[in-house]
């Protein structure tokens, strides 16, 4: 089912694009695009690249593993049904089936509407998300964490096992809520309206430990992937950032052999 909404999202994004080149917006939606896949070859740049700071928010994750099964059992002994209504949040924010789709709303209604603010912040929610989901899915598999439901305590390991039991390590929903809310949060200077967005992520932070699914440290973690990746979407492209575009025009050759078809060139500029 999960599979089958991924392909429908990304057909109707694809046709989006083709009914846009009736309206002139072709050239938007394939700048958007490659604006998006030059972000993630920045951001992994950047992410293999060692600093003072990511070497002090790693200690700091390792330091809150002690206080994990503690934190658990503290979520365990107050479940209550008004508890219960507030943390079902996690079943709407931070659940992808949910703000994917809603990013692409966003994206689509600004770009045939032609509203440039809410297409970036669909764009930019959209791209958050998406590489922030990489990064954790990637750290779920080489770590397999035990999630906190299976008793097995907080430090049991199986890398690379491909069980959902085994995907603790880091939180997807809350890395998800966080990217969606800090790009959220950045599209207006409300304080109130940034006070919304992140004070919702942080409830999926606390569902998720809430319902047993995720260690301190997970939601931790997690949160500030989908808080860094947002942050860096946001700011890009800085003044004087690169930016890349396609090109695609037909050609015609005549003479002895007749040639016809289409000529693609990828630049940066």
């Known amino acids: 089912m999960k599979l089958k909404l991924f392909f429908l999202i990304v057909s109707v994004w694809l046709l989006a694009g083709q009914a846009s080149a009736q309206k002139g917006h072709l050239s938007v939606f394939k700048e958007d695009f490659y604006q998006s896949l030059t972000i993630g070859n920045k951001l992994v740049g950047k992410m293999v690249t060692p600093t003072a700071e990511k070497i002090g928010l790693t200690l700091g994750i390792l330091a809150l593993t002690v206080t994990d099964e503690a934190v658990i059992d503290f979520f365990r002994n107050h479940q209550t049904e008004t508890n219960d209504r507030i943390f079902n949040i996690d079943r709407i924010h931070g659940e992808k089936n949910v703000l994917f789709p809603a990013a692409f709303v966003l994206y689509a209604y600004g770009l045939f509407s032609g509203n440039s603010a809410v297409r970036q912040s669909g764009l930019k929610s959209g791209q958050a998300m998406f590489y ?138």
Request: aromatic share 18%; no cysteine; charged share 15%.
């Open 132 to 269: 922030s989901g990489l990064i954790v899915i990637t750290l779920k598999e080489m770590f397999g964490r035990g999630r906190p439901h299976q008793n097995y305590g907080a430090f049991t390991f199986r890398p690379f096992s491909f069980e959902e039991g085994w995907r603790s390590f880091p939180s997807g929903h809350a890395a998800l809520s966080f990217a969606f809310s800090t790009v959220m949060a950045g599209s207006m200077e409300s304080m109130w309206w940034k006070g919304f967005w992140y004070s919702s992520a942080a409830l999926v932070a606390g569902a998720r430990m809430y319902h047993d699914k995720h260690w301190l440290s997970d939601v931790v973690a997690g949160g500030l992937i989908g808080w860094s990746v947002g942050r860096f979407v946001l700011n890009y492209p800085k003044k004087g950032e690169a930016k890349s575009s396609l090109n695609i025009s037909p050609f015609f050759k005549t003479g002895k052999y007749s040639l016809a078809g289409l000529a693609f060139s990828f630049r940066i500029r």
